[in-house]
T-cell receptor, first 113, second 115 residues
Framework: KQEVTQIPAALSVPEGENLVLNCSFT??????LQWFRQDPGKGLTSLLL?????REQTSGRLNASLDKSSGRSTLYIAASQPGDSATYLC????????????FGKGTMLLVSP | NAGVMQNPRHLVRRRGQEARLRCSPM?????VYWYRQLPEEGLKFMVYLQKENIIDESGMPKERFSAEFPKEGPSILRIQQVVRGDSAAYFCASSPPSGRTYEQYFGPGTRLTVT
């Protein structure tokens, strides 16, 4: 059974810091991995999707890496801003694309001005 | 192009009543997924549907819960005889019928409170 773990559970940093969020999964036979952002009381916003054949994806100040063999992904946020404060969720897709997502419990990020 | 739409956004039901949650996928998407987020827990898969078919319901509780995605209209998640433990945020996601990434796009969720 696939399990997804995110560390740390919560993180508080001052504005401007670069930071790394970690995600690990137990079954390395994944199809893809998605990072999401969830604001309090809101839905999920997809940030980055990495296919199993890819090593990393970048979007603006965000960079996600994937090491499938070791079951790890990291989300790097450069020059953090207060608007980055949210819960970040990692999810893996095991099947041939149309299977379901298995989520971690998330990392709650607070960026203070 | 509107995103995934869910309604109602908030729903309050008394114990024993029925709850109906609706999800309209993104235009052109024919795959719908329902997830539940219980307080202090991560999102858990419930059911995956295509038009008029349930593909995977391995995450659905065996009793009181049902889902459909008719040929016309939104997908419906139905909870009969709700109990306090059903209080949660229910999210719907959709994905397109073809494509390389199979990315799932999420709606804003329906927050169900059972009193």
């Amino acid at each position: 059974k696939q399990e997804v773990t995110q560390i740390p559970a919560a993180l508080s940093v001052p504005e401007g810091e670069n930071l790394v969020l970690n995600c690990s999964f137990t079954d390395s036979a994944i199809y893809n991995l998605q990072w999401f952002r969830q604001d309090p009381g809101k839905g999920l916003t997809s940030l980055l999707l990495i296919q199993s054949s890819q090593r990393e994806q970048t979007s603006g100040r965000l960079n996600a890496s994937l090491d499938k063999s070791s079951g790890r992904s990291t989300l790097y946020i450069a020059a953090s801003q207060p608007g980055d404060s949210a819960t970040y969720l990692c999810a893996v897709n095991l099947g041939s694309g149309y299977s379901t997502l298995t989520f971690g419990k998330g990392t709650m990020l607070l960026v203070s001005p | 192009n509107a995103g995934v739409m869910q309604n109602p956004r908030h729903l309050v039901r008394r114990r024993g009543q029925e709850a109906r949650l609706r999800c309209s996928p993104m235009k052109g998407h024919s795959h719908v997924y329902w997830y539940r987020q219980l307080p202090e827990e991560g999102l858990k898969f419930m059911v995956y549907l295509q038009k008029e078919n349930i593909i995977d319901e391995s995450g659905m509780p065996k009793e009181r819960f049902s889902a459909e995605f008719p040929k016309e209209g939104p997908s419906i998640l139905r909870i009969q005889q709700v109990v306090r433990g059903d209080s949660a945020a229910y999210f719907c996601a959709s994905s397109p019928p073809s494509g390389r990434t199979y990315e799932q796009y999420f709606g804003p969720g329906t927050r169900l409170t059972v009193t």
